[in-house]
Nanobody
């Protein structure tokens, strides 16, 4: 059974950093595009970042450019999201997603999803 499991969320002060991890199991996701999305309370899910299966090309939402970095380690079947200079508006549940094609900035095109990890940034 394919599974994506996020970890690394937590409570951090504004200006701080967190690194999220998404561990894939059940199949080899090394040839899959991977992405991070987030959903704040009362808001729609939004795209954060994506990476091609080779890891050579990355995409970011304007709101996180220069602060967040997506990367992957295909040997470990894991994708990461390094988040620096966090702001209160970054508070949300962060989800990992994967698909054989893409990457896309629209969540409806992703086949596999994790359960999410909460990130809370205090001011």
């Amino acid at each position: 059974q394919e599974q994506l499991v996020e970890s690394g969320g937590g409570l951090v002060q504004a200006g701080g950093s967190l690194r999220l991890s998404c561990a894939a199991s059940g199949r080899t996701f090394s040839r899959y595009s991977m992405a991070w999305f987030r959903q704040a309370l009362g808001k729609e899910r939004e795209f954060v970042a994506a990476v091609t299966w080779t890891g050579s090309t990355t995409y970011y939402a304007d709101s996180v450019k220069g602060r967040f970095t997506i990367s992957r380690d295909n040997a470990k079947n894991t994708v990461y999201l390094q988040m620096n200079n966090l702001k209160p508006e970054d508070s949300a549940v962060y989800y990992c997603a994967a698909d054989e094609r893409g990457p896309y900035d629209n969540g409806k095109f992703y086949t596999y999803w994790g359960q999410g990890t909460q990130v809370t940034v205090s001011s």
